[in-house]
């Protein structure tokens, strides 16, 4: 019952350098998402997906790319680091119920990114 | 424009007494659905609740209870003889059926802590 899986945990990052995080989930949900949650502010989507080969923005995008390959993975790309992206990175992913994404989204456990 | 308002930033209570946290929402959807999600001190989100639009019944598991009125456009979460281990924050979340594919947009969070 693995769920969705998120790796790293934890990482620092120099300014300028770039780093991928990984998301798998073995669900078989058609819809992926990452968010960053900043301390008081909620949870803000960064990226999405509807499905295999299909990927749009969210509120936050810049400076983060996304792609989605396979229906199980939805890596998320930080290119040239910058401080203002220190933050916790979750993936959650979602089922469909008729023909729009109803159900709850299901979490993995978050990835700490610190830039200095 | 879809929106979560949780005025509670943070709340401290002692142990067995009830507490309510409050959610207000705005959308312009007809049908939509609202979430509670849990943060532990230890990071990840827990799903609690999912309500549809349709269904303005109250629900209670355990402890736990939920007011949904549409008429003020409220999802009260009521945790009746709090524990410590019910010390966490607590996201309310509206499901956004616009532009983002059912997105979860997030209220701000509200801290509950609980001491013994």
């Known amino acids: 019952n693995a769920g969705v899986t998120q790796t790293p945990k934890f990482r620092i990052l120099k300014i300028g350098q770039s780093m991928t995080l990984q998301c798998t989930q073995d669900?078989?949900?058609?819809?992926m998402y990452w968010y960053r949650q900043d301390p008081g502010m909620g949870l803000k989507l960064i990226y999405y997906?509807?499905?295999?080969?299909?990927?749009d923005k969210g509120e936050v995008p810049n400076g983060y790319n996304v792609s989605r390959s396979t229906t199980e993975d939805f890596p998320l790309r930080l290119e040239l680091a910058a401080p203002s992206q220190t933050s916790v990175y979750f993936c959650?992913?979602?089922?469909?119920?008729?023909?729009?994404?109803?159900?709850?989204?299901?979490f993995g456990e978050g990835s700490r990114l610190t830039v200095l | 424009a879809q929106k979560v308002t949780q005025a509670q930033t943070e709340i401290s209570v002692v142990e067995k007494e009830d507490v309510t946290l409050d959610c207000v929402y705005e959308?312009?959807?007809?049908?939509?659905?609202l979430f509670w999600y849990k943060q532990p001190p230890s990071g990840e989100l827990v799903f609690l609740i999912r309500?549809?639009?349709?269904?303005?019944q109250n629900e209670i598991s355990g402890r736990y209870s939920w007011n949904f009125q549409k008429s003020t456009s409220s999802f009260n979460f009521t945790i009746t003889a709090s524990q410590v281990v019910d010390s966490a924050v607590y996201f309310c979340?509206?499901?956004?059926?616009?532009?983002?594919?059912?997105?979860?947009?997030f209220g701000k969070g509200t801290k509950l802590s609980v001491k013994p």
């Open positions: 959650a992913s979602s089922y469909p119920q008729g023909r729009v994404p109803a159900g709850e989204l299901f």
């Open positions: 669900m078989n949900h058609n819809y």
């Open positions: 997906s509807v499905g295999a080969g299909i990927t």
């Open positions: 959308t312009r959807d007809t049908t939509y659905y």
């Open positions: 309500r549809n639009s349709f269904d303005e």
């Open positions: 979340a509206l499901r956004d059926y616009g532009g983002s594919q059912g997105n979860l947009i």
